[in-house]
Antibody, heavy 121, light 107 residues
Framework: EVQLVESGGGLVQPGRSLRLSCAVSGFTFDAYAMHWVRQAPAKGLEWVSG????????GYADSVQGRFTISRDNAKNSLYLQMNSLRAEDTALYYC??????????????WGQGTTVTVSS | AIQMTQSPSSLSASVGDRVTITCRAS??????LGWYQQKPGKAPKLLISAASSLQSGVPSRFSGSGSGTDFTLTISSLQPEDFATYYCLQDYNYPQTFGQGTKVEIK
């Protein structure tokens, strides 16, 4: 069974940093791109960032470009999101999402349950 | 970034009704579009990929069509468990972009 388990969320002050992690199991991690998608309270879905199977291709939403860094460790079956200079508008439930292929040009299929990030003083 | 305009934003329907949701892309995206269902407090679930490919285990009352800029999700006979919010997502290029969502409510 494919499983994606996010961790690292919490309450953080504006301007501070947080690192999210996603531990995966049940599929060949290094064969697929991975993504982070977020959902602000009572709002729609927003793609945040994606990374290809070998980390050679990386993309970010304009809203996080320059502040967030996505990475992966294929040996540890883990995905990460380093979030710096956090803003109130980054408050959301962050989902780890499996791609349907090895590049960023495929859709997404399996989602984790999410980890909540709250940015507030 | 490619804009995805989804309509309607909400609709009320009865069990057994035929429901249609549309997504329009701001530029051509071939058939690089997926449809997701999200129930309250749950993660989204992929229903359809590549505009019309039904995912394993998804009931056949769900169908998708379209190519280029205009896409449709159809539920042929709405069931009680189908009341949820539906999103489209273009994966033609990145940043990938979602539609605003359509909330399907009970009439």
């Amino acid at each position: 069974e494919v499983q994606l388990v996010e961790s690292g969320g919490g309450l953080v002050q504006p301007g501070r940093s947080l690192r999210l992690s996603c531990a995966v199991s049940g599929f060949t991690f290094d064969a697929y791109a991975m993504h982070w998608v977020r959902q602000a309270p009572a709002k729609g879905l927003e793609w945040v960032s994606g990374i290809g199977w070998d980390s050679s291709a990386i993309g970010y939403a304009d809203s996080v470009q320059g502040r967030f860094t996505i990475s992966r460790d294929n040996a540890k079956n883990s995905l990460y999101l380093q979030m710096n200079s956090l803003r109130a508008e980054d408050t959301a439930l962050y989902y780890c999402v499996k791609g349907m292929g090895d590049s960023l040009y495929y859709g997404t299929d399996v989602w984790g349950q999410g980890t909540t990030v709250t940015v507030s003083s | 970034a490619i804009q995805m305009t989804q309509s309607p934003s909400s609709l009320s329907a009865s069990v057994g009704d035929r429901v249609t949701i549309t997504c329009r892309a701001s530029q051509g995206i071939r058939n690089d579009l997926g449809w997701y269902q999200q129930k309250p407090g749950k993660a989204p679930k992929l229903l359809i990929s590549a505009a019309s490919s039904l995912q394993s285990g998804v009931p056949s009352r769900f169908s998708g069509s379209g190519s280029g800029t205009d896409f449709t999700l159809t539920i042929s006979s709405l069931q009680p468990e189908d009341f949820a919010t539906y999103y489209c997502l273009q994966d033609y290029n990145y940043p990938q972009t979602f539609g605003q969502g359509t909330k399907v409510e009970i009439k």
